[in-house]
């Protein structure tokens, strides 16, 4: 097994090299953001505390420095989070298609498979170290991601909801075994490497739109209405908003409120006996939908890798 695990890696030692170096510069770049922003973030508010009061009518910040620092480090934030999307896809397209179409497209496929007991087995020693390698390194920038958004100044220790959770946590590994197990079985079924690397990298991209699509449906049918007080702070997928007339319950839109009670209401606030309500997914179902996306995406790898099997247990050397 040792064996076989140092020609996995022999195989795509070039592929390997510069895309565990990419995803640990995605990771690192994640974990240096979130510090230097948790440290201007203290300096910012000591500079707040610290500062003279408020001369009425004045607009300008008195920690400018400081604001403007973490403004671009926000930008900065929001370019490492898309490398973190960006690796589960590249590891799992540039490492999953040659496992098969590399041996096919060389002509050095019936030799390798002669040399084990069967077609099977020769494909789960040559594909479970890349796609053990996968996993580490989507693990890895996935935790580092999620530390990048649990820093951001507007959290301050509270539940981030659903932000960037795309580009956050263990979903990440899912997902670039996914898109690992679609490039393989382009690769088994094309058997070369260019037109197998652009139709996969096509399936990856049916297959986020399509679990984008679907989750996103399912969350706006778990949506409930949720009373928002003046000054309460929600965490949550928000999908829409209404008020409520406290005194029987029923909920009416912004346009009818408006109609009826003029300038007294607003997109923030209604008339006296009206509440706001929010139509959301609240944070605590954070972990649930994580699971239905994870399980969109396993599934799919799990089909993908079977097909790639039963193609290569049939394929003609």
Request: charge should be negative; glycine fraction near 10%; charged fraction near 15%.
């Amino acid at each position: 097994m040792l064996r076989a695990i140092r020609l996995a890696f022999a195989m795509q030692r070039f592929e390997l090299r510069l895309l565990l170096g990419a995803a640990l510069l995605v990771a690192v770049a994640a974990l240096a953001i979130a510090w230097q922003i948790r440290l201007l973030r203290e300096e910012q508010l000591a500079c707040y505390r610290a500062a003279p009061a408020a001369i009425e009518g004045s607009f300008d910040s008195p920690c400018s420095a400081q604001d403007s620092s973490l403004n671009t480090l926000d930008q900065a934030a929001g370019f490492t989070k898309a490398g973190v999307i960006g690796t589960s896809i590249l590891l799992g397209l540039f490492l999953g298609v040659p496992l098969v179409a590399r041996e096919v497209e060389s002509r050095t496929s019936p030799l390798a498979w002669s040399l084990s007991r069967s077609r099977r087995q020769w494909l789960v020693r040559r594909a479970s170290p890349v796609f053990g390698v996968v996993v580490l390194a989507c693990l890895a920038c996935g935790a580092a991601g999620d530390l990048l958004v649990h820093a951001a100044p507007w959290v301050e220790g509270t539940d981030p909801g659903f932000s960037d959770w795309w580009a956050r946590g263990p979903q990440v590994a899912v997902r670039g075994v996914a898109v690992g197990a679609i490039a393989l079985l382009m690769g088994a079924l094309i058997g070369r490497q260019l037109p197998a690397l652009l139709l996969a990298g096509l399936a990856t991209l049916a297959l986020f739109v399509a679990a984008t699509l679907i989750v996103e449906g399912w969350m706006e049918a778990a949506a409930e209405p949720v009373v928002v007080g003046p000054d309460q702070v929600v965490s949550g997928k928000i999908y829409g908003s209404a008020f409520r007339d406290d005194a029987t319950g029923e909920l009416v839109d912004y346009e009818q409120l408006y109609q009826e009670f003029g300038d007294e209401v607003d997109m923030y606030g209604g008339p006296p006996g009206f509440s706001q309500v929010y139509f959301m997914v609240p944070s605590s179902r954070y972990g649930e939908f994580v699971l239905y996306e994870s399980a969109i995406f396993g599934l799919v790898a799990i089909v993908a890798i079977g097909a790639s099997s039963r193609i290569i247990a049939n394929r003609r050397p």
